[in-house]
């Protein structure tokens, strides 16, 4: 299936250079692109794309302001994509804002670009991409600025088997789904029906909020090894 993207980037040479690169891969197709974040949810209401690059600092509209639009639209808009946000710092609080809001991950504009063509692919096929250890790095720094665990947060956890209270720390330290399943000793498969679950009921969209959820609950403290 071919994955539909929209790049949303002030640049006009970032939108092009992202655009040649992506539109070369046989599975993508480029359906649009926009200089700002305003500009950047219309083309999304109209082109509906699986996937959005959405840089953080735009005029008119930033890429957080648009991410929320698209990722809580308003009654009578059923089209939410996945949002990959791309900025040019590897710390950077709208980042972990968009994360909340249910972006599935960022990306520094000068990664590779094969870095860049799996990113879209593994947001695109639902994951979230929170491999990099910047990532884990920027949620923590943040979680740390709100020591307080939220209550309804705790509560939610205890909806959670053992099991599954296990697997979301691991999530929340970093681990792939391979990683998980040999620190547990599970099959990876096994892994992903516990992700799954967890996902499910704590009413969470993917591992980026997954991994913030389990910080602002309290089973994860920052820094913790």
Known sequence: MTIKVLIVDDQAMVR?????????????????DAPDGARGVEAS???????????????EMDGLEAARR??????GVIHRPKVLMLTTFDVDDYVYEALR????????K???P????????????????????????????????????????SLRLKGLTPRETEVLELIARGLSNQ?????????????????GRVL???????????????YESGLVKPGAA
């Open 16 to 32: 092009a250079g992202f655009a040649a690169l992506l539109a070369a891969q046989t599975d993508i197709d480029v359906v649009g």
């Open 101 to 108: 809001a249910g972006a599935s991950g960022f990306l520094l």
């Open 70 to 75: 698209l990722l809580d639209p308003p009654p």
């Open 110 to 112: 000068d990664a590779p």
């Open 179 to 195: 990683e998980i399943a040999a620190s547990l000793v599970l099959a990876e498969q096994t892994v992903k029906t516990h992700i």
């Open 114 to 153: 094969a870095d860049l063509i799996s990113a879209v692919r593994v947001v695109a096929a639902g994951e979230a991409l929170l491999a990099p250890s910047v990532t884990r790095r920027l949620i923590a720094d943040f979680a740390q600025q709100r020591p307080a665990p939220r209550k309804d947060r």
């Open 45 to 59: 209401r109209r082109l509906h794309p699986d996937v959005v690059l959405m840089d953080v600092r735009m005029p």
């Open 200 to 214: 499910a009921k704590l009413g969470l969209r993917d591992r980026a909020q997954a991994v913030i959820f389990a």
